[in-house]
Nanobody, 114 residues
Framework: VQLQASGGGTVQPGGSLRLSCAAS????????MGWYRQAPGKQRELVAT???????TYADSVKGRFTISRDDAKNTVFLRMSSLRPEDTAVYFC?????????WGQGTLVTVSS
């Protein structure tokens, strides 16, 4: 499975961005899709996940501001980010599970700065 993330960029505090991550290759049986992020000097952390059935989970720090969704016809997962804060600055990585195997995308940088 190959994952291609896009949509990162620089935005002012309070702004919005939408990340996309398209899966290709052997995409059948992909179950959970998700987003993680890694800020400079910090460990990678979970942002949000969504199951094949549409069940979502969010980190407490993004609840009410971020929305994860998926389009299985296009093998794509999205992350809509609103009310962005400087502390949301990080490289965002998409991740999927296929069976027990996990796959990572290459990351896309989100910078929140005035």
């Amino acid at each position: 499975v190959q994952l291609q993330a896009s949509g990162g960029g620089t935005v002012q505090p309070g702004g919005s961005l939408r990340l996309s991550c398209a899966a290709s290759g052997s995409v059948f049986s992909i179950t959970v899709m998700g987003w993680y992020r890694q800020a400079p000097g910090k460990q990678r952390e979970l942002v949000a996940t969504i199951t094949h059935g549409g069940t979502t989970t969010y980190a407490d720090s993004v609840k009410g501001r971020f929305t994860i969704s998926r389009d299985d016809a296009k093998n794509t997962v999205f992350l809509r980010m609103s009310s962005l804060r400087p502390e949301d600055t990080a490289v965002y990585f998409c991740h999927v599970f296929k069976g027990s195997a996990g796959f990572w995308g290459q990351g896309t940088l989100v910078t929140v700065s005035s």
